[in-house]
């Protein structure tokens, strides 16, 4: 990229102002991450045009003759053209490059410094590196560009255009309404006791939003991805592990709907990442370096608990090391633009049912496990669990492996909390599916759109 800029500032800009303007703003860029012949040219462009010259292609071979330089225009642009460049939009271009080599100079400088703290167990290394990244940013937001972006966002909003938001389908269709769907910066927690069915449903929503083409990455630290795509196709197809374990109930054609289920799997964008780091990190390293390769729409992670530190220094208890996990979170969803879904388990007392003698006892904000920074941090709190049976039908179904779960959107920054919804999880082939609302928000009517 570098190379179309500095050719349409040579060859196609008869503007000195702009070419000065483009330089200044290129002589931004580390020459660490730009090659040596590129910043090479900059500085000549840049001193060329200090002495109030128009660069052109006709001065600068005259500069590298009278300088003896052993640059040349045609080595250097052989592979460009007028034709090609015409079209380049020079501000816009130029702002993209540096935004990219930022991103590369900040990604090397962690690399380094992470390779520093693994050879010498120094922690300031990676603790100095927050000042670095912030000190020569403007990081102070005019009132009138803040306005302009809020009322920008209303504007797509009222016109049904998109704003980065990641809706559900409609087999949400209640946890769309209560929710709003996710915005790109929020963070969010699922929780739940252990074998409720938390994995179960972050799969179905997987499936859901995958299936409306976003691109999802789900990093697991519980399960390998064999699992997990076994998971996924007993749920599309209803063929469980129990009939697969059965040498004659697992038949071809048993065999051919699962081909047929991977099959349109395959068309769907799910990375999942089963080797993952236990730092943070380390995480987010991963995390940044998929979404530069490809965008990705949202983040899953199961679990935060399985995380064990925050950068590899065991010094944190664990209440601490949840606590810097979660607000890392955080700020890389604000980051990266990228909303981060991540799971985990209840508090120890709420698993056993301490406040009941039951496991169907609902849950509440303050049973997340080992800190309340996640109640505190996170945008959005998704709480789920059995619900108790009524009736001996409902008994029955529960000994048919056919549970009723409540899901509670106990926190909701942007909308209505405490609402709830009704889920059918099928545990046998782990399905999960809406069955209604069990509370209605405020305002809400049947003929709302």
């Not at 190379?3 to 040579?10: D, K, Q, S, T």
């Not at 005259?62 to 642009?77: G, I, R």
């Amino acid at each position: 990229m570098e190379r179309r800029i500095l050719y349409n500032l040579v060859y196609l800009t008869k503007d000195l102002e702009m070419q000065k303007k483009s330089i200044k703003e290129l002589k931004k860029i580390s020459k660490d991450v730009i090659d040596k012949d590129s910043y090479e040219m900059i500085l000549i462009i840049d001193e060329i045009t200090s002495s109030n010259r128009l660069v052109t292609p006709k001065g600068l071979n005259t500069y590298f003759t009278f300088n003896n330089s052993s640059t040349n225009l045609d080595d250097y642009f052989w592979e460009l053209d007028e034709t090609t460049d015409l079209s380049l939009d020079l501000e816009i271009a130029i702002t993209s490059f540096i935004k990219e080599k930022e991103i590369e100079e900040n990604e090397k400088r962690h690399q380094e410094a992470l390779e520093i703290y693994k050879r010498t167990g120094n922690v300031q290394v990676l603790k100095s590196l927050r000042y670095e990244d912030y000190k020569e940013k403007d990081i102070i937001l005019p009132i009138e560009k803040s306005v302009d972006l809020a009322l920008e966002n209303l504007r797509k909003i009222k016109d049904k255009e998109d704003v980065g938001t990641i809706n559900f389908s409609n087999s949400f269709f209640n946890t769309q309404i209560i929710t709003k769907g996710i915005e790109a910066h929020e963070f969010v927690v699922l929780a739940a006791r252990p074998g409720v069915g938390k994995t179960a449903f972050t799969l179905a929503l997987i499936n859901d939003l995958t299936k409306q083409g976003k691109n999802v990455l789900f990093l697991t630290l519980e399960m390998n991805s064999t699992e997990v795509i076994k998971r996924m196709l007993t749920a599309k197809t209803g063929i469980s592990n129990h009939i697969i374990n059965s040498r004659s109930k697992f038949t071809q054609t048993k065999y051919d709907s699962l081909v047929m289920a991977g099959e349109e799997l395959k068309k769907q964008q799910i990375n999942i990442i089963d080797e993952v780091p236990r730092t943070f990190i380390e995480i987010k390293d991963i995390i940044t370096k998929e979404h530069e390769k490809k965008p990705i729409d949202i983040v899953f992670v199961d679990y935060l608990s399985l995380i064990e530190s925050y950068d590899g220094n065991s010094d944190f208890n664990k209440t601490e090391t949840v606590s810097k996990i979660s607000r890392g979170f955080k700020l890389l969803a604000k980051e990266l633009e990228v909303p981060m879904f991540v799971l985990q388990q209840t508090s120890r007392a709420a698993a056993q049912g301490h406040r009941g003698n039951t496991g169907f006892k609902p849950l509440q904000l303050t049973d997340l496990r080992d800190s309340g920074a996640l109640e505190q941090d996170a945008d959005k709190v998704f709480l789920l669990w059995n619900k108790e049976p009524e009736t001996e039908e409902e008994e029955q179904e529960i000994r048919d492996s056919q549970y009723k779960l409540i899901l509670s959107i106990a926190k909701n920054r942007n909308g209505q909390a405490d609402q709830k919804v009704l889920l059918a999880f099928n545990k046998t082939i782990q399905r999960i599916r809406e069955i209604s609302w069990l509370t209605k928000p405020s305002g809400w009517s049947d003929d709302n759109d």
